[in-house]
């Protein structure tokens, strides 16, 4: 079968059922299904697919008919700069988490050396675009899944920073090595009964434990704020990504535990997204 045939068929079984980005996601499975880049796919409709791979390809568009990601299905997802390694053990990287690299880049622009930990760093997206950007920061990684960590560890040696990179299986909870002039986390902040809300792309395939976020959608966030003002040096500041209508209980939280309020970022749709404390006494 030829290229144009086969993009067409996976194009109209797409858009038959609602998949948004029917075209380009045809093209990128295609892609994928026999190893060209998209570029060839576009320039040579006339190229004929062998039938092993027209078979991949046809289960590739039948899984992503039924809502799987994209980024599930070619294993991949471009955050910031970098491309990273993903599976559904862990949650996809969203545009609006870049406001956390963005200003952190900001404050740390004229300081150098800065050790930090990442709080449930999944593909570990936001941590290891850290490290590329600033070569003499040194990062610490803790999270409770195991296969988080494998993913975590690839993305690591692929940008060539895993040497920098210590990374941990565990609850933050009984988390204690170190101290850290920075500490960022995003983590689970949904509500649990707001969970079967979520578009079906997200509830039906990414990692539950990456979006409970308990019943009050803040009971990690406040284990998060509790730890950290144990792990964090005096003056050292916690960056922590949060829902659109929290952040009035998220900064008590970090009053009461000795945090001062800097900043509080909206991300692109101009929603709440991103709190800038730093730790003011011990």
Known sequence: MKLELAI????????????KSALLDSELLLSKAINKSREFIILNSKYNINKKDYCNFKNLI??????????????KKFFWKYEFLVNDKVLIPRPDTEIIIENILSIYKKKNNISFLDIGFGSGCIMLSILKERKDFKATGVDISGDALKVCNINAYKLGVKNRARLYKSDIDKFSIGKYDLIISNPPYIKKLDLKYLEKDVIKFEPKIALDGGLDGISEIR??????????????????????????????????????????????GKNNRCIISTKVEK
Do not use: M
């Not at 039948?62 to 294993?75: C, D, E, M, V």
């Not at 960056?239 to 692109?268: G, M, P, W």
């Open 8 to 19: 067409n068929e996976a194009y109209q079984k797409l858009k038959k059922n609602n998949i």
């Open 62 to 75: 039948n899984q992503r008919s039924n809502g799987k990601p994209i980024a599930y299905l070619t294993s």
């Open 223 to 268: 284990k998060i704020i509790k730890k950290s003002s144990e792990l964090i040096k005096r003056g050292g500041k916690l960056i922590l990504e949060i829902a659109f209508n929290q952040k009035e209980e998220v900064k008590q939280l970090l009053r009461n535990n000795s945090f001062y309020i800097n900043l509080v970022i909206k991300d692109l």
